[in-house]
């Protein structure tokens, strides 16, 4: 039986595979490669099923458009991370979607707490980080100390971090298919 699960890991993958070759965000790389480079470090370093899913899905928001009319209204304030926890909703677990839709805070939080962190970073990601509100303050940091996903979101950051190397092989989109469809919500329809 066709799960509503199984055509979200369809769709997903028709979109990567039609408009994964646009640019990442002024790296040097495609959005493709970003999102598969994020994967394999995951995959290489032992990463749980959920810890792959979230690697892999984590910019899926850039293509917010390409989503039914729902996901569109709950994910117009057009903040990537939002975007696209709201698309995963319902159909990934609860730690995912927020691992997801935290994976931005987990770069402020970094900034605010790990010294060296930020020399990391790459010169687009500086950008955004200005854009995306700066190192946190003492007051975001305890907030975000108590997120359920935190470890998750700053793990996956991490790698989302070192997913910018030009020209690295990686397995294609297909090969992380059955990660997701573990990681799937199971919904009987
Ligand atoms: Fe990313």
Known sequence: MESKGKNIITLISEIIERRGHESYLGEG????????????????????????????????????????????????????????????????????????????????????????????????????????GGPMSEDEVGKFEKYACKKLSVKVRKWDDAAKVVGMSTPPFSHYVPVLERVLITREK
Not at 31 to 39: K, S, V
Not at 83 to 109: D, M, Q, W
Not at 120 to 128: H, T
């Open 29 to 132: 790389l495609s959005m493709r490669e970003h999102m598969l480079q994020t994967a394999f470090l995951a995959e290489n370093e032992g990463g749980s099923d959920e810890e792959i899913a979230v690697a892999l899905l984590h910019d899926i928001g850039h293509y917010t458009d390409e989503f039914p009319e729902d996901s569109l209204e709950k994910g117009q304030n057009n903040f990537h991370e939002d975007c696209g926890a709201n698309i995963l909703s319902g159909f990934f677990p609860e730690t995912v979607v927020e691992a997801v839709r935290h994976h931005v805070e987990a770069k402020r939080y970094l900034c605010a707490v790990e010294s060296g962190y930020f020399a990391c970073l790459s010169e687009a990601s500086v950008n955004s980080l200005n854009v995306q």
